[in-house]
């Protein structure tokens, strides 16, 4: 008899344009989810239009294109995905906007210790 196939980790995509903060994420969470990292919105856009993911987590002040202008889309494509914003400056006018705007599961201040984020993400996946 063979055991049953174990739930598949839940898909995480990670976006910031800081490879240290990539890799500190990645190592810190890998255990538990299933990881894949951007670098920037535009390289997170074309991975979300090739898959589904369960939550995104992106910075929200990189080059190009910002975190809230890439959640705010990525809603619209995938309106089921849990997404949370990351920042290093905390602007009260801005979350007020950008929980509703992007439908924001949570904002997580910079750097976030992965146990932090592991609980934020958990939250998040429970209100599915």
Known sequence: MTAPAADPKPSILL???????????????GGEFEIETAAS??????LTGTR????????Q???GQNGLEFLMRSAELQP???????????????????VPLAGLAACVLKPAHPD???RVIRAALAKK
């Open 80 to 98: 089921s995905t849990r997404r949370i914003m990351m920042t290093g400056y905390i602007n009260p006018e801005l979350l007020s906007r950008a």
């Open 15 to 29: 976006v910031d344009d800081e490879p240290y903060i990539l890799e500190l994420m990645r190592a810190g969470l």
């Open 61 to 63: 002040i990189m080059p």
């Open 41 to 46: 919105a535009e390289e997170a856009a074309l």
């Open 52 to 59: 589904q993911y369960d939550v995104i987590i992106c910075d």
């Open 116 to 118: 932090e984020l592991k």
